[in-house]
């Protein structure tokens, strides 16, 4: 449940932290106090939209704490969402004056996307416009739906159906498309093949290159081979002969000054590496040879590569990818454009729509049966005695929406045919209706806080006692908080804050303040009589808490 509620520079809030218990609490004041306020401050810490217009005139930043004990339903979601748990849930909101927002969970800095998908799992809010949604189609799909507690067969429904179109749609692009389908595969064949022929493998271009270079300068690098082994190895004087001289020299005179073990090292190592290179240039000298043969058949493939290249836009060494590239094109192409699979594809997708839509079905008329006469028997307490609701399921064309649409109907009285919510209903009865849908769906919510905000807008006398006890039962199960006019919902709470204005410094704040017995009294004859409370009215206050 709720716990607490920590509220700075919000609106005409200054400053405010309201503890909460179980049970049924209501808020009152006079019109314009603020009363929806907490609400919107709670809407805050949960993640609803905002802007910098929400703080308070004067300061720098709106600042939202709301504190929670933690649902065995949210364990699972912080887990998953590697977030701290402890016995307490800490939300946090900061908004300063330009419209910057910024979200904390138990003081980890978190997304508005999280923020939303914890809320789902601690409060249900039910606003004083719910009853307006009631008129729209998509909103009585989606009440009944989430009474039924099969959203993600709804959600499962939706996206079956869009792999439905998508397939429909694949298929008769391909159909629509057949004959620029047969020049575009023509046109990836004939590509495909020219580098077929070609047979080019990779590095390939690298080896003929280097293979073309060594066959056209095959005279030059045998005249400058010959002369290179001839200077480090000759029957006269060469490199080898002068340091093996060298080193001759210096051998005996390594014991008079070690100094010169160093230099003699050196001459050495030369000498040694001189008579390796005589070696490998010998051998190299005994490979290479004068081919024109081999020369002309290497430049008749490279002539064949540049040709190719120059066909495709790329460079020679670029050719393998391009075939490979090529291959994968030819293969998503044939499959894009083969019917029967695009067909089969489909029929498969209808198959696994209507499956899900079924099952939609089905669900929906169970639930629509109950939801009638639940609604129903509410209305013969809410001053509509043998009013009938119905949930009507209308079959239809298919629709991401299922196979059905969905329309609430109402009789307001006995002996009279349910006619659509939207053409029959007046306000009050609207709002009614609107009170016992909320009521039977918070019945069934797991959400452990319910809060009402003035969804008793257009009910009086009588039906707004029904409308108190109502609301009181429902706190037996849930934390229930209501924002109330009526001093009849008032009196039946366990639990009462007052929202009022004050002036300080010219500046109009609202505050809000627990009531205790005779404050209650004195709040509820308010609200019976207006600004002149007289000892008629504080009797009838004493009694209705009594009561």
């Known amino acids: 449940m709720l716990r607490s509620l920590h509220i700075r520079d919000f609106i005409i809030v200054d400053q405010a932290e309201i503890e909460f218990q179980p049970g049924f609490t209501v808020f009152s004041g006079e019109t314009g106090a603020g009363k929806s306020i907490l609400i919107d401050a709670l809407s805050l810490a949960l993640g609803a939209r905002t802007d910098a217009s929400l703080v308070r005139e004067g300061a720098n930043r709106t600042d939202v704490s709301a504190i929670f004990d933690v649902p065995q339903t949210a364990t699972a979601w912080l887990t998953e969402q590697e977030l701290e748990r402890d016995d307490e849930l800490v939300l946090r909101r900061v908004i300063d004056n330009q419209g910057k927002s910024r979200a904390y969970i138990n003081g980890i800095p978190t997304t508005l996307a999280q923020l939303r998908e914890l809320s789902e799992h601690l409060v249900d809010i039910h606003g004083q416009h719910a009853h307006q949604s009631l008129l729209k189609a998509g909103s009585q799909r989606d009440m009944l739906d989430a009474q039924g507690g099969h959203l993600e067969l709804a959600r499962q429904t939706q996206f079956a159906w869009q792999q439905w ?236 929406h299922g196979n059905e649409t969905v329309e609430f109907l109402v009789a307001g009285h006995a002996g009279t045919r349910p006619r659509p919510l939207a053409k029959v209903a007046s306000g009050g009865e609207l709002a009614r209706i609107s009170l016992a849908l909320s009521v039977i769906a918070s019945q069934a919510a797991r959400v452990p806080t319910l809060i009402f905000d003035e969804v008793d807008t257009g009910v009086g006398g009588a039906v707004a006692e029904v409308v108190g006890r109502l609301l009181k039962q429902l706190g037996q199960r849930h934390q229930v908080l209501c924002v109330t006019h009526l001093p009849q919902v008032a009196a039946c709470a366990g639990h009462h804050f007052q929202v009022k204005k004050s002036t300080h410094k010219g500046k109009t704040l609202s505050l809000i303040e627990p009531l205790d017995v005779p404050a209650r009294i004195d709040e509820i004859a308010r609200m019976l009589g207006g600004l002149t409370i007289t000892d008629t009215t504080l009797q009838h206050a004493r009694e209705m808490l009594a009561l």
């Open 165 to 400: 179109q998508q397939s429909e749609h694949a298929l008769r692009q391909a159909q629509h498309n057949q004959a620029q389908w047969q020049q575009e595969h023509e046109r990836l064949q004939w590509q495909a093949s020219e580098l077929e022929r070609l047979n080019l493998r990779d590095g390939e271009w690298e080896e003929l290159s280097n293979r073309h270079s060594r066959l056209a300068h095959a005279q030059a690098l045998l005249e400058g081979a010959t002369h290179a082994l001839a200077a480090l190895d000759s029957e006269e004087a060469s490199a080898i002969t002068h340091l093996g001289a060298a080193a001759n020299q210096l051998k005996p005179l390594l014991r008079h000054d070690g100094q010169l073990e160093a230099i003699f090292e050196a001459i050495e190592s030369a000498r040694i590496a001189a008579a390796e290179a005589v070696s490998d240039l010998n051998s190299y000298l005994d490979r290479l040879e004068l081919d024109p043969d081999s020369l002309a058949e290497a430049e008749q493939r490279m002539s064949a590569l540049f040709d190719t290249a120059r066909k495709f836009h790329v460079e020679p060494d670029e050719l393998p990818a391009v075939h490979q590239q090529l291959l994968e094109k030819l293969a998503a192409h044939e499959a894009a454009a083969d019917i029967d699979a695009l067909a089969q594809e489909a029929h498969r997708a209808h198959a696994n729509y209507q499956r899900v839509a079924d099952e939609l079905s089905a669900a929906r008329a169970a639930v629509a049966a109950r939801l009638g006469e639940q609604v129903s028997e509410a209305m013969q307490t809410l001053a509509m005695q043998g009013g009938r609701f119905q949930v009507e399921l209308t079959p239809a064309q298919p629709s991401a």
